[in-house]
């Protein structure tokens, strides 16, 4: 997962707290999973072990988890070589939706496969309704409105994907029926 | 009776048949996605709905009235009055402003020069073109001309605005502002859309989508209307 | 691209193109037909020695030689609108041709490639239309071939002219038939995504009225140099020119004046109308003032020719009442005698007033074309503003207005600038044996020609209303 590289990049503009961290990641990627506490300390223990932050000072008042957080050189250069590696492209077709459908066709059932379909486009059009939506809202900031487009966009490709197969297996469902 | 509704609408082009008996309600305020693959009808069917086009059977009322049995003058009246439209492209009239192309359908309407002007500024500027208002359609990009064509179809403020494939000539970019923008005032003015769309991401500006399938109405997008035949 | 597949790709059209195909036709088979009877009377030889009168026809106009270039010039004149209307043909943007043409763009071809296939169509169309011609023109002379009983002809069917002048028309013809539509495709541009008409939108200057007085002041030094060139035999030809020029001047000046008129009345509409319909109109004539200028042209050369030949006319018309007067003061006790055959004269007049009424006729066809290419370019436009609940009524107002008020001034000024170039050239005044008489401008054939070309537009705009009523049909929206 790339929560290292984001706490990185978060840092990338000056020290900060653990605390500080989650907020920021949580308000810079408003649509992704939240990230937890516990999540953020324990990679910030394995970013000092690998020496690519290092503690930066404490609060005098506050305990432990006051203690606040810098890049180091080497965390630099890491953030650096992250961003500019280019992700694999899909490396894997792998997908639950995928799995169903293909095991749904292998039981050999088609018309169950369609009623997943059918159902399964329902739910990603009221999901996509939804992020438009945000996109709509007056108040929506830049950041939400990134998100919304990559999760449009995803579930565009998603629907696409759904209306061809079901157009498939219905075709197939015909070449079934009147053999 | 819902505000707008068709019954079993037929309808064919020479032997091809285009609708083959939709059923469809919509409801004050709502915006409706009608949606479906090319060919599907959906063009056809807004053209019916909008009292455009007649169709060869079924009925179309708007408001508990029949619309469809209504002669053409009196449906280009409504058309004028209480419906707006807005197509793909090539809606604005080459030779005029933006200002007076907005104008137009005020001054059809028998309002004065100097006050349709000044509407067609005032909805030139929510649409946020207020600066092309001296221009005209040649000298403007796609978006624009099409921000222009949205201002013309709201200018009188329809009670529904049908659009037929609004973004279909724009890059997706130019083409949400589009949508945005005629969602926006859409609500602001309690206006009832029907967005004729084949692009889900156009469809999902929509509170509800009617799917089409072979010129009928496929509501559980299983896509068997066919097949069952 | 080789002449096979150039003819290929221009017979590709379909049956929708059979309209201009005719039109195109029609026109060239005229064309061919006007040519060879000029060429024919030009070969007539003058027999009869020194009467330079060839007897054996009826008609005085043929009989007489030095009447024959003028018979000429009417039939060569005649062909000019009506190569003009075969050109203008190549324009009728029938939807399914614009499309052809862009599907051959986008198939690799290039801009002067799509003119030549559009080009090469009225061509071929030119042909047809002119081997009918020819066809007509040789059935012709085997069915008019009846001498009287003095054994005179009615035409001369009894000359033909040298074979290779026949030729040439034969190919002459389809030739300037292509470089008519060459001409008028300038403005359009064949793109891979459809056909654009371009459009010059700059406004036009009134320097079409220096044109005017330009033409009027050389028509009037005509009559001035012929006293000063006392040898007419050998300065007839330059005066001749003199004239051609001066009224060439004056014509161009009526045609080009047309695009100033279309932009100052549209800005004059735009200005004080307060109707849709006229600022629909008004903005039109102000986006491409030009367009009354090509449309109108052939209409008001006709009316500058018809003007002038009125004035002239009521010229010759007081002449010949001064004539009479001297000749009455001088014999006061004779009775009242017919001093020349002026019914010859009056027989000429009618004969060019009937080419000029076939020239409005040829010249209102040409103005279907350009109105109905108009219409059909706009088809889009026009159908979606119905669709928006736009009254075809509106349409069809704005249309009336925009053909009719440069119509209406054009012609207007094609009719003053045609009268007073008659003055010009023979003053407006008969001065003989001490008294004076005043020619009379001769309102009642200005008027009767000015309804006349009225009536042809309005014409063309009911026909032009039957193309709006197909073009606004709502399946163009599908398109």
Same mark, same amino acid.
């Given at each position: 997962m790339s929560t290292p590289h984001v706490l990185l990049g978060l840092l990338a503009d000056g020290p900060k707290h653990g605390y500080d961290l989650k907020r920021a990641h949580d308000l810079k990627l408003p649509r992704a999973k939240p990230v937890a506490f516990g999540q953020v300390y324990a990679t910030l223990g394995r970013l000092v072990r690998d020496g690519l932050v290092v503690p930066a000072g404490q609060d005098r008042d506050a305990g432990p988890d006051r203690t606040s957080y810098e890049l180091t050189e080497e965390g630099r250069n890491a953030l650096k070589e992250w961003i500019a590696a280019v992700e694999a492209p899909m490396p894997h077709l792998s997908s639950v939706l995928l799995a169903k459908v293909v095991v749904a066709l292998l039981v050999g059932d088609a018309d169950q496969a369609r009623e997943y379909l059918a159902a399964q486009r329902a739910a990603h059009t009221v999901r996509l309704r939804e992020l438009t939506g945000v996109k709509t809202d007056a108040a929506a900031s830049l950041s939400d409105v990134i998100a919304a487009d990559f999760g449009i966009a995803h579930l565009d490709a998603d629907l696409r994907w759904l209306q061809t197969t079901l157009d498939r297996v219905a075709d197939l469902h015909r070449e079934v029926t009147t053999r | 009776m819902s505000y707008l509704s068709a019954r079993g609408l037929v309808r064919s082009y020479g032997r091809t048949p285009a609708l083959r008996g939709v059923n469809v309600d919509v409801e004050e305020g709502e915006i409706v996605a009608v949606t479906g693959p090319s060919g599907c009808g959906k063009s056809t069917l807004l053209h019916c709905l909008a009292g455009i086009l007649r169709p060869d059977a079924g009925e179309v009322s708007y408001r508990g009235q029949r619309i469809d049995t209504l002669s053409e003058g009196a449906r280009a009246a409504l058309r004028r009055t209480e419906f707006g439209v807005l197509f793909q492209f090539g809606q604005l009239v080459a030779e005029l402003t933006a200002a007076e192309n907005v104008a137009l359908p005020l001054l059809l309407a028998g309002t004065g020069r100097r006050e349709a002007r000044t509407a067609a500024l005032s909805w030139l500027d929510r649409l946020g073109v207020a600066d092309l208002a001296d221009q005209r359609p040649g000298e403007m990009s796609g978006g624009q001309q099409q921000r222009c064509a949205?201002?013309?179809?709201? $200018?009188?403020?329809?009670?529904?605005?049908?659009?037929?494939?609004?973004? @279909? %000539?724009? /890059?997706?970019?130019?083409?949400?502002? &589009?949508?945005?923008?005629?969602?926006?005032?859409?609500?602001?003015?309690?206006?009832?859309?029907?967005?004729?769309?084949?692009?889900?991401? $156009?469809?999902?500006?929509?509170?509800?989508?009617?799917?089409?399938?072979? @010129? %009928?109405? /496929?509501?559980?997008?299983?896509?068997? &209307?066919?097949?069952?035949? | 691209m080789k002449p096979g597949t150039l003819v290929r790709l221009a017979l590709a059209g379909t049956r929708s193109d059979t309209v201009r195909v005719a039109l195109t036709g029609l026109a060239a088979g005229l064309a061919t037909l006007a040519y060879l009877a000029a060429l024919t009377v030009i070969a007539i030889p003058t027999v009869n020695g020194g009467g330079r009168v060839s007897p054996q026809y009826r008609p005085a106009l043929i009989a007489e030689a030095g009447l024959?270039?003028?018979?000429?010039?009417?039939?060569?004149?005649?062909?000019?609108?009506?190569?003009?209307?075969?050109?203008?043909?190549?324009?009728?943007?029938?939807?399914?041709?614009?499309?052809?043409?862009?599907?051959?763009?986008?198939?690799?071809?290039?801009?002067?490639?799509?003119?030549?296939?559009?080009?090469?169509?009225?061509?071929?169309?030119?042909?047809?239309?002119?081997?009918?011609?020819?066809?007509?023109?040789?059935?012709?002379?085997?069915?008019?071939?009846?001498?009287?009983?003095?054994?005179?002809?009615?035409?001369?069917?009894?000359?033909?002219?040298?074979?290779?002048?026949?030729?040439?028309?034969?190919?002459?013809?389809?030739?300037?038939?292509?470089?008519?539509?060459?001409?008028?495709?300038?403005?359009?541009?064949?793109?891979?995504?459809g056909v654009v008409r371009r459009t010059r939108t700059r406004a036009p200057l009134p320097w079409s009225g220096v044109l005017i007085a330009v033409g009027l002041v050389i028509t009037g030094s005509v009559m001035p140099l012929e006293r000063q060139l006392e040898d007419e035999s050998r300065n007839s030809g330059v005066l001749l020119v003199v004239l051609f020029v001066g009224l060439a001047c004056a014509t161009v000046g009526v045609v080009a004046g047309t695009g100033w008129i279309s932009y100052a009345t549209g800005w004059l509409m735009h200005r004080f109308g307060r109707r849709p319909a006229a600022l629909l109109a008004a903005r039109r004539l102000m986006a491409d003032p030009w367009n009354g200028s090509r449309t109108l042209a052939a209409l008001l050369a006709c009316l500058v020719f018809g003007g002038g030949a009125a004035g002239v006319r009521s010229s010759f018309a007081t002449q010949f009442a001064a004539d009479q007067e001297s000749y009455e003061r001088s014999n006061p006790e004779s009775g009242i005698i017919e001093l020349r055959d002026t019914d010859f004269y009056f027989g000429a007049f009618n004969l060019i007033n009937v080419a000029i009424a076939l020239g409005l006729v040829i010249a209102a066809g040409g103005l279907i074309v350009a109105v109905a290419e108009s219409i059909v370019s706009r088809r889009r436009a026009h159908a979606a503003l119905v669709a928006t609940g736009v009254p075809r009524s509106t349409l069809a107002k704005a249309m009336l207005w925009q053909s009719l008020v440069p119509a209406a001034a054009g012609i207007v000024v094609a009719l003053a600038v045609g009268a007073a170039l008659s003055q010009s050239l023979f003053g407006d005044e008969v001065v003989q044996d001490g008294f004076t008489l005043a020619v009379p401008v001769p309102y009642g054939d200005l008027v009767l020609l000015g309804a006349g070309a009225v009536a042809a537009v309005l014409a063309v705009v009911g026909v032009g209303l039957l193309f709006l009523r197909a073009s606004t049909a709502l399946e163009e929206l599908r398109v």
């Open positions: - | 949205v201002a013309r179809s709201l $200018v009188t403020e329809p009670r529904v605005l049908f659009c037929d494939e609004p973004t @279909g %000539a724009l /890059d997706s970019l130019a083409g949400e502002q &589009v949508l945005g923008h005629i969602v926006r005032l859409a609500r602001e003015q309690r206006t009832t859309v029907v967005l004729v769309t084949h692009d889900v991401q $156009v469809a999902a500006y929509g509170d509800r989508e009617i799917m089409l399938r072979d @010129g %009928a109405a /496929d509501p559980t997008g299983l896509g068997t &209307v066919a097949a069952q035949r | 024959r270039p003028g018979v000429v010039i009417v039939l060569v004149l005649l062909t000019v609108p009506v190569l003009a209307l075969a050109g203008q043909c190549a324009l009728l943007g029938a939807p399914s041709r614009d499309r052809r043409l862009s599907a051959i763009r986008l198939a690799g071809a290039s801009p002067g490639q799509a003119v030549a296939i559009a080009a090469t169509e009225t061509g071929l169309a030119s042909v047809l239309g002119m081997i009918v011609g020819v066809g007509a023109y040789f059935g012709g002379r085997a069915l008019l071939h009846r001498p009287d009983a003095d054994g005179r002809l009615p035409l001369p069917t009894d000359v033909l002219p040298p074979v290779w002048w026949i030729v040439l028309v034969c190919v002459g013809i389809p030739v300037l038939a292509m470089l008519f539509a060459i001409l008028q495709l300038r403005r359009v541009a064949v793109t891979p995504f």
